[in-house]
Every structure is written in C-alpha cells, then in structure tokens.
C-alpha cells in the first residue's frame, strides 16, 4: 500500500497493484486463528510517512490483534484512497521480461495480461503455507484448517477434540485461546520453543497522548536502530556483570516483556555462546516455575538452538496453559506423527482421537512466495533455476538477470528481524528513489551486476556466520521445509548497517548495478 501511494500520489506514475485477497491486509488479512497478536508494539508497528495518520490513529492496547491491525490497515487504504488502484481475488501467475522493449509481462489468474516497465514484488515474507504432507491426511473425517487460511467466519472449537501441530509463534498463540474453548486440546511438539511474556495491556489515554507527542524521537529511534524498535542500545555484556546482578536485569525485562529482554539485557546474546545460555537457562528455569508438572516442564524447555535464533516468541498465558486438565502435550520428535488417520493422528507408540485438527506448521518463509509465481528474466532464465542453490540477490532488492524488479524485504535484506514496518518503509523508499532516477535520466533498464551479487551474498553469509543464528534448524534457514536448500536468508547486521549500505550504492552512482 506503501508502495502504491508514493508510485501514484507522490510520483506521478501510473500504478495497479494485483491482490489475491478480497481485501487489503496482507498477513493480517489471511491470518486469523485464535489469538492472532503482534510481536511488536502497536505505536511503532505502523506506517511513519504520515504525521496526520500518527496522530489521528488511537491503538488500544500495547500488542494490537489481528482485528485492530487489519481496521487500522483498511483505515490506511480509505484514508488515501488506494482501493481503486488495487485488483483483489487477482493473483499474478506469471512474469516475463520482454527483453526488446524493456518491460515486464504481467499475467494473472483472471487472464489479464498488462505490461509495465516496473514491478515491485511485495508477496511479503510468510504468505505461502506449509502444510506438512502427512500420509493419510485425505482421510481425516473431521476438520482441519492452517492458520494461515483461516475461515473469515472462525471456527466453533466448543465440545471438540482438537489437535494442534506445530509450537512456533503462531502455535504459541493459539493454544491458550484454543485451550479454552474446547473439550480437549492435544498440542503436537516437535520442538519447544523460548518464550517471553507479552504483558499485553490496553493503552491508556495519557500514554497514547505522550506516545503522539514523542513520535518524531520513536521514529528516529527505529529508524537508527539494528532492529526497527525504539530501544536504546545497552553497552553492556553478559560476562560484565556478576550472576546475581545478571538474574536481577533479566527479572526486570521479564517483567517488562516482549523483545526487551533480548534487545536491551545485554548486547551479545547473539553472538556469544556463554552470555545466550545465561538468558537460556534464566527462560528455562522460568517454565519449570510456571509449569506444574516437572516432566512437562521439561518437555517445554528447549536445548536444541541458542535463545534469539529463531523469531522469539511473546504470549499470554502459554506455559500455564498447560496446568489446565484439558491441555496434553505430545512430544513428536521422541515418538513422530506416522499418519493422520480418519479418526485422528497416529504417532509411533500411540492414536490419539480428534474432532478438528489445527495445522501451525508455518511458511515456505522469504523464497516460498516469489518462486510460486513463473518469473522468467533476460534469456528466458527463471527465478526458480536462478534460485536453485538457494536465494541470491543483491541487498535483497533485486536479483541478477531480472531487470526492473524489485522485491520488498526480499532475502538478503533484514526483513523478518527486524519491526517490519520500518523495514518495509526504507525499501519503498529506496526502491521509489530509484525509479525516480531512473525516469528523470531517461533510463529503462537497471539491473544488479552478477559480481555485486555475489559479494553481497558471501557478506550476508560471512556476517551471519559470525553469531549464534546458524547454530538453528529455524525457517531462517529453510529448515521446515523438506527439501528446501539450506541458506541463512535474512541480513543479521542490523537495519543500521544495511541502511548505509543502500545509500553507499545510491551515492556511487548505483554502485552494483547496470544502468541503461
């Protein structure tokens, strides 16, 4: 939407954007499972580029749900009048680089075929499901829903038996929510996860009154910030302070909630392997506190990747959903799903009997969207053959031999580690400076240079191998995915660092590209 404000209303460009929902949204418009939240605060997860929208916009809450940040998103579309450039239930099917004229060809599902010189892929990061392709699944007689499909009208959990597989951040949302309102939940884990409480809470009047009166100081914050939040750095490793004073800063981020505490306890959770495993074992001793039953504690505690190299989870009421009589927890990695058979799921040692089966198995996650659609470059190459070895691209905006397509927090750039808002923001910028370039000089084509690519993957990789992250099987790496080539794709030195670099290149006159 982003995007399509700054082509039209400020550029002056002509603009149609292909949408496969009913309506605006996005993520926010497919994902409506029960307990659907924001992992980042209302006041700073949302647009920035306009000030009467800041002010005029009142979150309720510190953590807004799915419904207010899809209001506040359709809010946007009305308030500047997007609706009209937009073509919904519309999903592009095919790309072709017409290389004599310098445009792209646009086909849909519709059978609409355009032409433009521009296109800007915005599919976002996790919008192609995951649906594990369990033997049996055919059979199942009751009924299953992916939480990234949700039925509009929701499900009646009342009086049923319902499974849930998968404790990621989505699986850790629902399944307080899903807990209460059924008969009996059976939650599938393959892998426990670290989570931190939200301390969701509504946002009273005065704080939302300071929150507008301040946005210019947010705003700087989260724009020179690695991480897209308004957190100010601490100058403070893990190893700097004794173990009582260690536990007492933990406790007070704790407390506190969200991301604080890996952001502003100490500043090499991520990249040292003593001070994570301080803020691990602080976690893990945190559930064995909440959680009533030691061997379940247990079970939730994880070992298997360092805190902070997978999208930390935040809830409400989790772990203490599972001192609730009606709540089990099934360890999948000790005893694997064998098939879903018509009455349930069946795993090695046991059949457990379900009415409605949730699947929070996630997203072909960064490559997954782009790859569904048949993108074919100069000499007839496609991005799946580009892509085979795993995603290359270069600062995550474009890949080489695609000329004039540009991909919105696309691998390679810090997207998903970052408040994804501002990540988005600095790409549309960016990408809307260069068409401007481009159309002021009288240019058609620009298209990043092989070698500048390949630099830039190797530094992605290099500066990725230099902390904790890789130590996870996570969907930063396409390890949910079977069969999917294993590549750290997300940029982990920060929003700061990357931001210098896009302007590095913009000041050396598009250093990196071929402009003609």
Not at 201 to 216: G, W
Request: aromatic fraction near 12%; glycine fraction near 8%; charge should be negative.
């Amino acid at each position: 939407m982003y995007m399509l404000h700054r082509a039209r209303d400020l550029m002056g460009l002509k603009a149609q954007v292909f949408e496969a929902g009913e309506g605006v949204g996005g993520t926010w418009y497919w994902n409506r499972y029960p307990g659907a939240r924001c992992d980042s605060e209302s006041y700073y997860y949302s647009y920035s580029f306009s000030k009467e929208l800041e002010q005029e916009w009142n979150w309720s809450s510190r953590y807004p749900g799915q419904p207010e940040i899809l209001s506040y998103l359709e809010h946007v579309a009305d308030r500047f009048e997007l609706r009209p450039n937009i073509d919904f239930n519309t999903r592009v099917d095919a790309l072709t680089f017409d290389e004599a004229n310098d445009v792209w060809l646009v086909r849909t599902d519709t059978g609409d075929a355009v032409s433009a010189r521009y296109v800007v892929s915005c599919v976002g990061c996790l919008s192609t499901r995951n649906i594990p392709n369990f033997k049996g699944i055919e059979t199942f007689q009751g009924d299953w829903y992916h939480t990234g499909a949700w039925p509009h009208e929701g499900v009646d959990f009342s009086g049923k038996r319902v499974g849930l597989i998968g404790t990621g951040s989505t699986g850790i949302q629902a399944t307080p929510v899903i807990a209460a309102e059924s008969e009996h939940l059976t939650v599938f884990q393959r892998t426990p996860n670290f989570s931190i409480p939200a301390r969701n809470a509504p946002l009273e009047e005065k704080t939302l009154n300071d929150i507008k009166a301040n946005y210019q100081e947010i705003r700087y914050l989260c724009k020179g910030s690695d991480n897209g939040f308004p957190f100010i750095p601490v100058d403070r490793g893990a190893k700097d302070v004794g173990e009582e004073d260690r536990e007492r800063i933990y406790d007070k981020f704790w407390e506190l909630g969200g991301f604080r505490l890996l952001v502003e306890s100490f500043n090499d959770l991520t990249i040292d392997e003593f001070a994570n495993e301080t803020a691990a074992n602080f976690i893990r001793q945190k559930i064995r506190e909440m959680v009533k039953d030691p061997k379940v504690a247990e079970m939730l505690c994880p070992y298997d990747h360092p805190y902070g190299t997978k999208r930390p989870p935040i809830d409400t009421n989790y772990y203490d959903t599972y001192n609730r009589d009606n709540v089990s927890l099934i360890d999948v990695r000790k005893a694997p799903i064998v098939e879903i058979t018509p009455q349930g799921v069946r795993t090695e040692d046991s059949e457990y009997e379900l009415d409605v089966l949730v699947f929070a198995t996630g997203f072909d996650a960064m490559t997954g969207p782009l790859l569904a659609i048949d993108i074919q470059g100069m000499n007839g190459q496609t991005l799946n053959d580009a892509w085979e070895a795993g995603p290359r691209t270069y600062l995550g905006l474009q890949v080489a031999g695609f000329p004039n397509l540009f991909t919105v927090t696309g691998p390679g750039s810090p997207s998903v580690l970052t408040n994804m808002p501002v990540s988005i923001e600095q790409h549309v910028e960016w990408i809307s400076d260069c068409i401007e370039f481009m159309n002021s000089g009288g240019k058609s084509r620009i298209v990043a240079n092989e070698d500048a690519q390949e630099e830039w993957v190797k530094h992605v990789s290099d500066i990725a191998d230099d902390t904790l992250y890789p130590k996870a099987n996570s969907w930063y790496v396409g390890a949910n995915v079977p069969g999917k080539t294993r590549v750290f794709m997300p940029y982990v030195g920060g929003m700061k660092m990357y931001r210098e670099k896009c302007d590095e290149v913009v000041d050396g006159g598009y250093k990196g590209f071929s402009v003609s």
